[in-house]
């Protein structure tokens, strides 16, 4: 009964997981999209109509992924070609996914495709509670490594380096040489892959088949937990897990008559947020905190 | 200490040379046909005021700009830089003015952002460590650069270039955010440098430093080259002519009145530190008399635009006295009570704080001036009234305009200061105080304001002017003190003070243990490093 309740935390924290890693490296760069339940959207309704196309859902994955990047590239073309206003950009990008996907998935609602198999590993999936950790899908693994990927890019490699010195000062990045705007686009498009394969977990695994507007919010989520991780990528895999156990109780709770609201609990992890947000600035000098240069525009100075 | 280079040897081939080298942005042309040289072990200056040309200039060096026409020459052989890295690779580094550093990195971090990728990572923290200590310049590599002082900080910048063996070294304005002794101890690098046999780029329009230090100038106006001259030969008076292309008028060093009255006093003034890049302001005490400029310097960062803002009203707190003319407690008044209570303010930054750049200048003229007689009717703004308020001052203060009432965003920033500065100045008030009064700004428009509030103190009223440039402290002051760390000394007859003793108060020593000097400072240094 308790391993039923954690494998669906964890399945239900992995498409936090996979969004908001993708928006951190993003926001790490200096640049804040608010397009992930846009972009999470397109990615739901291209991995369910890539996998029930071809019958195939690793294809839905690809296509979830590739359909994220594709609007986010859109967004960059504003936000980086055109200079726009980052938090104007994002939001239309969010109601444009919403809209698009609404319209490109009309035809799919009501079809049913095979989801994602999982993946059970022998004897290490026998241990008793940790066992239910080597009972997920391919999509859940991958996530789990591309945290640890993108760990160690952000904090050991150069190019990660580059990346943060762009999201602390643009300025004196461009100074040194560096090229802002492509750092930010290849950022974005990382970004929009992420927040697309986010969204294609959705029909792929955890309710096969294709609904408007199914990721129900999950972005703001993402979102907000880039925020309660202060930017740390072990620390966003820690979020996902106890947002992911908030959204589970919240529906077990309904299931078995708790006289907590549901709507007391979905706040939850804003909540939580809210809460970090304080601690954290409370601490005085918060230099592991927000990148000095979110949101900002860059433009080429003389 | 410093000694001057001695001249080059016309005998060795330039370093690098410059051949007819153009720039514009747009209809605006920043860099005329200039040439110019410097040799291996060259102290040469770039000397030239705001505008001049002196940026553009160098960032064609840099590789950041490419001119629209004229080339260079790098050890005799014609070169192109598309890019910083070019150049860095080619054996150039540069400080710049605005440091570009990473607030929220490590030394180490910073440093190796500026190296080429194959520069090796491993023993980076050790070399750092050796490198600088051999230029008597200590710096520790896993420190944060927020944590550092801007001295420390520029030191961080300089090591990014030395880490590199460079053979030119451009230095932008260095010396704008140095005590007097951090400067020398900079000055003794550079002299190192060059004795090595690298070439050093000296940007700034200080004409003592500028003496003390180079050998050779080379003089930009307007984007044109005036001259290249012998520094050594000429005076400092010769250099800024050339530098201006007009005659200075040296303003009058006021006199100080005697006895006279308190306009305003503030004892114990504290204020906790908002956030975490602001400084905590530390029982602040001060009184401004009739009549009398006092001038407030410091290095930028030590608590000036927090002291501002509770000078303002703009912030208030419990741990406020202010007292105006020894009765009244104006401590909880906000800004516009406090106008009306005979105060005047102009704050540091005139785009956005001291004027609205997207207003025309006669609504800028009354934003700090609604409670004059017939500014206001019955709730509705006399709008004659205030066009003839905003010529009166542009007259009155030579604010020249493309147009009888142009936006504020349209005036340059000389101009513009001087309008915010007039305004403030036609009111009449009892006690001015100014921030940074002539930030940016021409020498000529320098000049003016500094006059004019001489001129308003000499009529009586008060002055309290916060100001980083010791030249202009030292210029309108009858009394001096320094903000260090949020700390506020005593206020100094000015004639009791020069630079040096300013310096040692601007790195915290009192000037009772001033014969402690070099040493107390240097001490000071090694333990920030150390410790």
């Not at chain 1, 590739?66 to 969010?94: D, I, S």
């Not at chain 2, 500094?450 to 030249?471: F, H, P, T």
Request: charged content about 15%.
């Amino acid at each position: 009964m308790f391993d039923e309740l954690l494998l669906t935390v964890l399945l239900t924290s992995v498409p936090l997981i996979l969004a908001a890693t993708g928006e951190l490296v993003v926001e790490r760069s200096g640049v804040l999209n608010l397009g992930v339940e846009g972009m999470m959207l397109m990615g739901a309704v291209a991995a369910f109509g890539a996998a029930s196309l071809s019958g195939n859902p690793y294809i839905g994955i690809v296509g979830g992924g590739l359909a994220g990047m594709a609007v986010a590239g859109v967004f960059a073309l504003f936000v980086l070609g055109l200079a726009t206003n980052q938090v104007a950009t994002g939001l239309a990008l969010t109601i444009f996914g919403t809209g698009l996907s609404g319209l490109i998935g009309a035809p799919l609602v009501g079809q049913a495709i095979d989801g994602l198999p999982s993946m059970t590993l022998p004897l290490l999936s026998d241990i008793p509670l940790i066992g239910v950790f080597f009972q997920l899908d391919i999509m859940a693994y991958l996530s789990i490594l591309i945290v640890a990927l993108t760990s160690i890019f952000l904090m050991r490699s150069r190019a990660g380096l580059i990346l943060r010195s762009v999201g602390i000062n643009h300025d004196s990045a461009h100074a040194l040489g560096y090229n802002v705007l492509q750092v930010r686009f290849f950022a974005i498009l990382f970004g929009g892959f992420m927040a697309g394969l986010g969204g294609a977990y959705l029909p792929l695994v955890l309710t096969p088949h294709w609904a408007e507007g199914m990721t129900a919010g999950r972005g703001w989520i993402a979102l907000a937990l880039v925020v309660f991780a202060s930017w740390q990528p072990w620390r966003v895999s820690i979020g996902a897990v106890l947002f992911g156990g908030v959204t589970i109780m919240q529906l077990a709770g309904q299931a078995r008559g708790w006289t907590i609201p549901a709507q007391f609990l979905s706040m939850m992890p804003y909540l939580a947020t809210i809460v970090v947000l304080v601690t954290i600035s409370g601490r005085g000098r918060n230099v592991f905190g927000a990148p000095m240069h979110l949101g900002k525009r860059f433009f080429m100075t003389r | 200490m410093v000694s001057p280079k001695t001249s080059k040897s016309s005998a060795s081939p330039p370093l690098l040379a410059g051949f007819g080298l153009t720039k514009s942005f747009g209809d605006f042309t920043a860099n005329r046909n200039i040439d110019f040289t410097i040799y291996p072990g060259e102290l040469h200056a770039l000397l030239g005021e705001n505008g001049a040309g002196k940026s553009t200039f160098v960032k064609m060096i840099y590789g950041l700009l490419q001119p629209d026409s004229g080339y260079f020459e790098w050890q005799g052989k014609p070169i192109h830089f598309s890019n910083p890295q070019e150049a860095r690779a080619a054996g150039i580094g540069m400080v710049f003015q605005h440091f570009s550093l990473f607030e929220a990195m490590s030394v180490v971090e910073n440093i190796a952002l500026a190296l080429p990728p194959e520069f090796p990572k491993e023993g980076l923290p050790k070399l750092i460590e050796q490198k600088s200590a051999e230029y008597g310049i200590p710096l520790r590599p896993h420190s944060l650069v927020a944590d550092l002082s801007v001295g420390e900080q520029q030191r961080v910048e300089i090591m990014r270039c030395l880490l590199q063996d460079p053979s030119l070294l451009i230095m932008d304005e260095p010396t704008s955010v140095l005590t007097p002794q951090e400067t020398m101890q900079l000055f003794d690098v550079l002299v190192k440098l060059a004795k090595q046999g690298c070439a050093v780029l000296f940007i700034s329009h200080k004409l003592e430093e500028i003496k003390q230090l180079t050998s050779r100038a080379t003089i930009l106006r307007g984007g044109d080259k005036i001259a290249e001259v012998d520094t050594h030969t000429k005076s400092t008076n010769q250099l800024a002519e050339l530098m201006v292309g007009t005659k200075i008028a040296a303003i009058k060093p006021p006199i100080a009145p005697k006895n006279a009255p308190a306009i305003m006093q503030i004892t114990g003034l504290s204020r906790p530190a908002d956030g975490p890049f602001d400084t905590a302001l530390r029982d602040i005490n001060l009184t401004a008399h009739a009549g009398e400029v006092l001038g407030i310097a410091g290095i930028a960062g030590n608590g000036q635009s927090e002291l501002m803002d509770a000078l303002t009203g703009e912030w208030r707190g419990t741990q406020i006295g202010v007292f105006k003319k020894g009765a009244e407690d104006i401590s909880q008044l906000n800004p516009a009570e406090r106008r009306l209570n005979g105060l005047a303010f102009v704050p540091e930054e005139r785009n956005g704080h001291a004027a609205v750049p997207s207003m025309r200048l006669s609504e800028n003229a009354l934003l700090t001036s609604f409670e004059r007689a017939g500014a206001v009717q019955m709730g509705v703004v006399n709008q004659n009234y205030a066009a003839q308020f905003a010529d009166r001052v542009s007259a009155m203060f030579d604010v020249r305009r493309p147009e009888a009432n142009p936006l504020a965003s349209a005036l340059s920033g000389g101009n513009l200061q001087k309008f915010v500065v007039g305004r403030e100045i036609a009111k009449k008030p009892e006690l001015l105080i100014v921030s940074q009064p002539t930030w940016g700004v021409d020498v000529g428009a320098a000049q003016f304001i500094r006059k004019a509030m001489i001129d308003l103190a000499a009529g009586g009223a008060s002055v309290i002017v916060i100001s980083q440039d010791l030249e202009e402290i030292f210029a309108v002051s009858h009394k001096i003190a320094v903000l260090h760390e949020g700390s506020l000394s005593k206020a100094y007859p000015a004639a009791e003070m020069n630079p040096q003793t300013i310096g040692l108060l601007m790195g915290g020593s009192t000037i009772d243990n001033a014969s402690k000097t070099a040493r107390t400072i240097s001490k000071k240094t090694n333990n920030r490093v150390a410790g």
